[in-house]
């Protein structure tokens, strides 16, 4: 379980990815070498984000692909993304943690501290 701060809602889109892909790596270690985007819509935030992690979760199984940047414009409803990185080499990341899966148990975004907490099913 991991809680990301943001100013608004875009950073902490970005920085729960950042947490996700630090859950599996050190993400610190991950040079932003090329781009993938997307491009999402759903009935809420939750549901959004959940998405969201699951695409780029996706990306990285079937691409073999880590990520370290993000830039996420989001009004809760829709998503556009630009997440920056470079192909998994064992060499280089460190494993750790297999992130399996994104859950919605626990998921809870607190705007009064600009927050959102997230489990991964690891």
């Known amino acids: 379980m991991v809680k990301a701060h943001g100013k608004?809602?875009?950073e902490r889109f970005e920085n729960a990815a950042y947490a996700?892909?630090?859950q599996m790596t050190d993400a610190g270690t991950v040079e932003p070498k090329g781009e993938v985007k997307v491009v999402l819509?759903?009935?809420s935030r939750e549901r959004l984000l959940v998405d969201f992690l699951q695409e780029l979760l996706f990306l990285h199984d079937v691409?073999?692909?880590v990520f370290s940047e993000f830039e996420v414009r989001t009004d809760g409803k829709t998503l556009e993304a630009l997440a920056r990185g470079e192909e998994f080499d064992s060499r280089k990341?460190?494993?750790k943690a297999l992130v399996k899966a994104i859950t919605y148990h626990?998921?809870?975004f607190n705007d009064h501290e600009g927050s959102v907490t997230i489990l991964f099913d690891v």
């Open 8 to 10: 608004d809602l875009s």
């Open 20 to 22: 996700m892909f630090d």
């Open 41 to 43: 819509e759903a009935d």
């Open 63 to 65: 691409r073999n692909l």
């Open 93 to 95: 990341h460190p494993k």
């Open 106 to 108: 626990g998921l809870e």
